[in-house]
């Protein structure tokens, strides 16, 4: 019975999510168009003459934009609840008689979901344009659960102990861009000095971009797909347990 | 058993004793005030209350269930409107309250019903489509309202349930409010800083300043309690006159106000008669009949502030709106 009811308070934490994400138009359209910007950008200016590893730039680049795309938007949505503060809204989350881990793991999937429907909408886009193929886009939106999964639940760490939106700045310099640049999203890790290359292993977005190309281009992966997909499992897990420890720490 | 005991209890933020050792029962069914003026301590004594914020010193239980020891199950026996809005102003009102109900664990069977039913209550059943976005500021603390009773609460609280709405809408509010509370049979325990509310509504009134109770009872109690009415009297002798009242039964706090005399007078209906015979010189006198403001004067020497004080309703909800 009680277990019932904490499926149906997560449930309805998560129905709120969605709903409130798909009547945010510009939520939606800038989640679809940023990532589009991205492939034009690089995929059609340096597309043609750059070559990785043997590989057309474009095709190289897009599984980076997948990752990027979840991270950007995991991100974003976890600094959401700075919001949901603000509104007082949370209050009335918080006052229910739902334990705060309810409430996370709601949240959590709230926003995984806003996240994979934009990888689906992306992925879906780059099997038209001929960047990857149908199976391979099917296994990187598996990749992309997990991994979405995983940077939600940073994003809401982050959310929950900020304690109003003028921190964004910080949070863009300190953890989004060093995320993304330290992920091989954009050029292959190898080519890093050795004082930045230590950090690659400490960022969960590394191995998602690693599994996320292995499955998109195949060849050889930087970490090994069993590492990848431990490591991604492991940091999911810590931050998750993070997360719900913050939730439970969150005041008004 | 009373509905809420609450024993000494403190709150402090930083060195300021935001609620400083208040002590009260409020029985099953009443409906009872926390009346105070801005930054008296009432919100965060309803936080408290709530399990929302722990307090640092004392004691309180709701609905027989220690805030702090068993938070959750007192959560489970009260609603809340919050003094700001809390309602997400992107889902419909109807939405608002389906959330509301699986949070709170009802049966799923049960829950259309009720919806539909505290929907024709607060009279939003039209609206129970549109975003909340749409709603004005009345419909919003009507929604609020009917979203604290949706789960049947032993208790409610309302903070601040009228701030900053016009006053016809604040007197449709109550209305919705009593009519309520006689279909829901529930303790209503409503925070004000307007002092009318309290003197009308409330079956008692704890009276707070700077976290402190300074009375409590029922509001006409202390209003007699007080002694009378003041009245001001216009005489071209206010000395003389006034060292003769002094001595009178009935008239207290006798004082000279330049020309005029001010007084606190007993039932004046038969006094003043009196008074009038007794002294010839007395032109005339303006009475202000005596309400929970005097009391509040009397203990701290200030008003409780009537006009807006700076969390209107309104200001919160545009403060409030996502950019
Ligand atoms: N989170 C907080 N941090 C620091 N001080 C606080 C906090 N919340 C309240 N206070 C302080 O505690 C005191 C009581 O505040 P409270 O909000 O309980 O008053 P109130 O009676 O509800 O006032 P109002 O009529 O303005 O709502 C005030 O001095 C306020 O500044
Ligand atoms: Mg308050």
């Known amino acids: 019975m009680i277990a019932l009811n904490l499926i149906y308070a997560t449930y309805a934490i998560w129905l709120r999510e969605v709903k409130v994400f798909f009547r945010e138009k510009e939520r939606v359209v800038s989640a679809i168009v940023t990532p589009l910007l991205w492939i034009l950008i690089f995929g059609a200016g340096l597309g043609s003459s750059v070559k990785i590893n043997g590989i057309d730039y474009q095709r190289f680049i897009f599984p980076g934009i997948v990752g990027m795309a979840v991270l950007f938007g995991s991100i974003f949505y976890g600094l959401y609840v700075i919001w949901d503060r603000k509104l007082d809204f949370l209050k009335e989350v918080l006052v229910a008689p739902v334990p705060r881990s309810a409430v996370f793991i709601g949240k959590m999937l709230g926003g995984a979901s806003d996240v994979l429907l934009q990888i689906a909408i992306l992925l879906a886009i780059g099997v038209a344009l001929g960047m990857t193929t149908t199976m391979s886009a099917i296994l990187s939106f598996a990749v992309c659960i997990l991994l979405s999964f995983c940077i939600v639940s940073l994003g809401l760490i982050i959310g929950a102990n900020m304690k109003s939106p003028e921190g964004f700045n910080l949070i863009m310099s300190f953890v989004l861009w060093p995320m993304f640049m330290l992920s091989g999203a954009l050029f292959p890790v190898e080519n890093l000095p050795a004082y930045l290359a230590v950090l690659i292993p400490l960022n969960p977005l590394s191995y998602g971009v690693d599994l996320l190309r292995y499955v998109m281009l195949g060849g050889r992966t930087a970490f090994g797909v069993a590492t990848d997909l431990m490591s991604l499992g492991l940091f999911s897990i810590v931050f998750a347990a993070a997360g719900i420890y913050s939730f439970e720490k969150m005041k008004m | ?270 006094q003043l008669p009196i008074i009038f015979r007794r002294f010839r010189s007395i032109k005339s006198v303006a009475l202000q009949p005596a309400t929970l403001n005097d009391l509040f004067m009397k203990y701290t020497g200030k008003q409780i502030r009537e006009e807006e004080g700076e969390g209107g309703y309104h200001e919160r909800i545009m403060r409030s709106q996502r950019e």
């Open chain 2, 1 to 270: 058993m009373s509905a809420i005991e609450i024993v000494k209890l403190k709150k402090y933020f930083g060195k300021i004793a935001a609620v400083n050792g208040i002590s009260l029962k409020i029985e099953e069914g009443e409906i009872f005030a926390i009346l105070g003026p801005n930054g008296a301590g009432k919100t965060t004594t309803i936080f408290m209350l709530c399990g929302l914020l722990q307090p640092d010193e004392g004691t309180a239980t709701v609905a027989g269930f220690d805030v702090t020891r068993e938070p959750f199950k007192v959560r489970q026996k009260i609603g809340v409107v919050f003094q700001s809005p809390s309602v997400d102003d992107l889902l419909t009102g109807r939405e608002n309250l389906e959330m509301h109900a699986m949070l709170y664990g009802m049966p799923l069977d049960q829950i259309g019903k009720r919806i539909d039913t505290m929907l024709r209550l607060v009279g939003l059943e039209e609206r129970q489509h549109s975003q909340v976005r749409e709603y004005s500021g009345g419909m919003r603390r009507r929604l609020e309202i009917a979203r604290g009773l949706l789960h049947h609460p032993k208790v409610l609280f309302l903070d601040e349930p009228t701030i900053g709405l016009d006053p016809q809408t604040r007197q449709h509010i109550w209305n919705y409010i009593r009519r309520l509370s006689e279909k829901e049979k529930v303790t209503i325990v409503f925070t004000t800083h307007y002092l009318e509310e309290a003197e009308r509504f409330a079956d008692r009134v704890a009276i707070i300043d700077k976290g402190k109770i300074i009375a409590v009872g029922q509001p006409k109690r202390l209003i007699e309690s007080l002694g009378g009415d003041t009245a001001f009297f216009k005489t071209a002798q206010p000395e003389k006159v006034a060292s003769k009242m002094k001595k009178m039964n009935g008239i207290l706090n006798v004082k000279v106000i330049g020309d005029q005399i001010k007084a606190t007078v007993k039932n004046p209906q038969k």
